[in-house]
């Protein structure tokens, strides 16, 4: 299987830019995409193609990489932004998610 | 809108047989597929399967000799069953809209494996 490695966490300052990294153990070419998830709730999915923005979410989110690494840019980042942010391969069987990254406000 | 609902029971016993039902609304089962994914408590998610809008069905190798996948389109609801449950089946169950990407998510039902 894919494996996909995300650090676990990282603590940035409101209005500041961050970007969380998403390596896989083989190309996914396009094949990745990017999910919020906040305690108690379930996945948002947020980027999609690498670099894709989904319906509805904010422009300061944004995505790309292609082949084995990936990177979920958020700019500004909000106090909203709290939350655990999933990379997920889709281009080789089964589809992967990666271990989540724990992103706090300081 | 679309929306996705699991229910099932939260607790089952060790080597028995998890059942769920996922319920949906605002899309058609023969147009789109469905992905049932769990997330133990703490951890990523992992992909578990899929019903496709043609009826046919996918399952991840690792849970493929214990798990089933069926659907009744006239009901609107995709069920999951998988036997032979153990401790680390414990988590939170989700169905999702897709194959890919998995673009809307129920709001998920907790699973407890436990004697």
């Known amino acids: 299987d894919t494996v996909l490695t995300q650090s676990p966490a990282l603590a940035v300052s409101p209005g500041e830019r961050v970007t969380i990294s998403c390596r896989a153990s083989e190309s996914v070419s396009t094949g990745m995409h990017w999910y919020q998830q906040k305690p108690g709730q379930q996945p948002k999915l947020l980027i999609y193609g690498a670099s894709n923005l989904e319906s509805g979410v904010p422009a300061r989110f944004s995505g790309s990489g292609s082949g084995t690494d990936f990177t979920l840019t958020i700019d500004p980042v909000e106090a909203d932004d709290t939350a655990t942010y999933f990379c997920q391969q889709s281009w080789n069987d089964p589809p992967t998610f990666g271990g989540g990254t724990k992103l706090e406000l300081k | 809108q679309v929306q996705l609902k699991e229910s099932g029971p939260g607790l089952v016993q060790p080597s028995e047989t998890l059942s769920l039902t996922c319920t949906v609304s605002g899309f058609s089962l023969t147009s789109y597929s469905v992905s049932w994914v769990r997330q133990p408590s703490g951890k990523g998610p992992e992909w578990m399967g899929r019903m496709w809008y043609d009826g046919d069905t996918a399952y991840n190798s690792a849970l493929k000799s214990r798990l089933s996948i069926s659907r009744d389109t006239s009901k609107n609801q995709v069920f999951l069953k998988m036997n032979s449950l153990q401790t680390d089946d414990t988590g939170t169950y989700y169905c999702?809209?897709?194959?890919?990407?998995?673009?809307?998510w129920g709001q998920g039902v907790m699973v407890t494996v436990s004697s």
């Open positions: 999702t809209r897709g194959p890919h990407p998995l673009d809307y």
